[in-house]
């Protein structure tokens, strides 16, 4: 089976730049998580779905900020307009095929330069 | 207060001896997960083990066990007959709460510890 699919791998963007990142989750996994791993803040929840409906949005740290899951095969956050502290790891997560433990798979990352 | 803490910022280990990775958690929720993460130079995060707050034992995968600790708050990753293959990041991560409440879905990661297996 395929894993969880995030595009792209790596993007280098200047300041004030539009940036889309897109993740294809696993089939079947109705929780969908976006994650950003920072050297300073480490791994951070930033908004998560159930059923393409978004639950918490808490950690979206910015209006700038924002996603969508217009279905269940496909998300994105957006990020608009970019600034250098955005540079970071962007990850999409599914929950696993054991409820009971909500254990996460994780795509590859999306890493992000804004300069 | 830190909910996760790992305080091994980094570890050296010989292959083939066992490793022990501190993880202290803070929560006042009698409900919780918690979980280890392994997360390579290759940058995946890579789930490993899982142990609930009720469990009765340890829990185990393969060369990996967790050393649950409840009234000392510790979950302690211990990883036998390291390879070199060990060599990476690895998280403590927890969720508190019923997994089956709706919205307890977050997950708290530790700042992680460097583990790297000399031959």
């Known amino acids: 089976d395929a894993g969880v699919i995030q595009s792209p791998r790596h993007e280098v963007t200047e300041m004030g730049q539009e940036v889309t990142l897109r993740c294809k989750p696993i089939s079947g996994h109705d929780y969908l998580f976006w994650y950003r791993q920072t050297m300073m803040r480490g791994l951070e929840l930033l908004i998560y779905?159930?059923?393409?409906?978004?639950?918490?949005d808490s950690g979206m740290p910015e209006d700038r900020f924002s996603a969508k899951m217009p279905n269940a095969s496909f998300s994105t956050l957006k990020i608009q307009p970019s600034e250098p502290r955005d540079s970071a790891v962007y990850f999409c997560?599914?929950?696993?095929?054991?409820?009971?433990?909500?254990?996460?798979?994780f795509g590859e990352g999306s890493r992000l330069t804004v300069l | 207060a830190q909910k996760i803490t790992q305080t091994q910022p980094g570890m050296f280990v010989q292959e083939k001896e066992a490793v022990t990775l501190d993880c202290t958690y803070d929560?006042?929720?009698?409900?919780?997960?918690l979980f280890w993460y392994k997360q390579p130079s290759s940058g995946e995060m890579i789930f490993l083990i899982y142990?609930?707050?009720?469990?009765?034992q340890n829990a185990t995968e393969g060369r990996y066990s967790l050393n649950f600790q409840k009234a000392r708050k510790s979950a302690n990753l211990v990883i036998s007959a390291s390879q070199l293959g060990d060599s990476a990041m690895y998280f403590c991560a927890m969720r508190e709460g019923r997994i089956s409440n709706f919205g307890n879905e977050k997950l708290t990661f530790g700042t992680g510890t460097r583990l790297t297996i000399i031959p």
């Open positions: 142990q609930g707050s009720y469990d009765q």
């Open positions: 779905f159930n059923n393409n409906v978004p639950i918490d």
């Open positions: 997560a599914t929950r696993g095929q054991r409820p009971w433990t909500g254990e996460l798979f």
């Open positions: 929560t006042s929720d009698p409900s919780y997960g």
